[in-house]
C-alpha cells in the first residue's frame, strides 16, 4: 500500500482562496516531499521538509510536519488558475540515518482554482 | 522539466514487441529512477539506480528491464511479458544523500494497439 494518502483526492476553490491538502504516513521518515504535476506533464518538485522540522515556507506554500501524527500539510495561500495542478505527497522512509532516494508517492491531490 | 529528457514523447507499440524508452540527465545526478503513472493514480517506482553499472528493483520491476551504463543515461525496456504496458512512465533523478528531492523528466505516454 501506499506510503502517503492524500486528504482531499480533490478539491475545488475559487481564486484568492487558500487550499489545503494533507498527506498521512506510516513508517518513520528521513524527510517528506510535496510535488506538483499539471495534466500530462511530469512532476515539479515544491519543497522538501525534514523530520525535525515542523514547518517551512516558500513563496506562496507553507508546509506543516508532525511526526507524532505521521502527518503533513501543505497551504497554498491566495490561490490562483495557475495553481491548477495534481499534488503528491511522497515519503523518505527511515533506514537507520541512511537515505537511499526511494521515495514513496501518494495518490495525489487533484486542485482546481476557478478564476 | 530541468536537466532530464525523455523520449520519445509519445510511443505506440503492438502487442508481443519489446520496446525501449530512452531517459538522459545533465544534471551530474548520482540516482536515477523510473516510474510509472496510471489515469487518476499516483507514482509506483519499477527500477532505481543508485550509481553507474548497479540498479535495483523497485515495486513493480516484473516485466521490465534497464541499463545503466552511463551516468547521464537510464533506458527503460518494457518487454513483452508486461501485461499491461499501457501508462505513462516517468524518469527522474536525484543527489543521492539527504537532500534527494527529484528532478522529473516530461513523460513519456506508451499505449500498446
Known amino acids: 500500500s501506499q506510503q502517503g494518502e492524500e486528504d482531499p483526492q480533490a478539491l475545488s476553490i475559487q481564486e484568492g482562496e487558500n487550499a489545503t491538502m494533507n498527506c498521512s504516513y506510516k513508517?518513520?521518515?528521513?524527510?517528506l516531499q510535496w510535488y506538483r504535476q499539471n495534466s500530462g506533464r511530469g512532476l515539479v518538485h515544491l519543497i522538501l521538509?525534514?523530520?525535525?522540522?515542523r514547518e517551512k515556507h516558500s513563496g506562496r506554500l507553507r508546509v506543516t510536519l508532525d511526526t507524532s501524527k505521521k502527518s503533513s500539510s501543505l497551504l497554498i495561500t491566495a490561490s490562483r488558475a495557475a495553481d491548477t495542478a495534481s499534488y503528491f505527497c511522497?515519503?523518505?522512509?527511515?533506514?537507520?540515518?541512511?537515505?537511499?532516494?526511494?521515495?514513496?508517492f501518494g495518490q495525489g491531490t487533484i486542485l482546481t482554482v476557478h478564476p | 522539466d530541468g536537466g532530464i529528457t525523455q523520449s520519445p514523447k509519445y510511443l505506440f507499440r503492438k502487442e508481443g514487441q519489446n520496446v525501449t524508452l530512452s531517459c538522459e540527465q545533465n544534471l551530474n545526478h548520482d540516482a536515477m529512477y523510473w516510474y510509472r503513472q496510471d489515469p487518476g493514480q499516483g507514482l509506483r517506482l519499477i527500477y532505481y539506480s543508485q550509481i553507474v553499472n548497479d540498479f535495483q528493483k523497485g515495486d513493480i520491476a516484473e516485466g521490465y528491464s534497464v541499463s545503466r551504463e552511463k551516468k547521464e543515461s537510464f533506458p527503460l525496456t518494457v518487454t513483452s511479458a508486461q501485461k499491461n504496458p499501457t501508462a505513462f512512465y516517468l524518469c527522474?533523478?536525484?543527489?543521492?544523500?539527504?537532500?534527494?528531492?527529484?528532478?522529473f523528466g516530461p513523460g513519456t505516454r506508451l499505449t500498446v494497439l
Open positions: 513508517t518513520s521518515i528521513n524527510n
Open positions: 527522474a533523478s536525484s543527489w543521492a544523500g539527504e537532500y534527494n528531492e527529484q528532478f
Open positions: 521538509i525534514r523530520s525535525n522540522e
Open positions: 511522497a515519503t523518505d522512509p527511515y533506514r537507520g540515518g541512511t537515505s537511499y532516494g526511494k521515495l514513496t
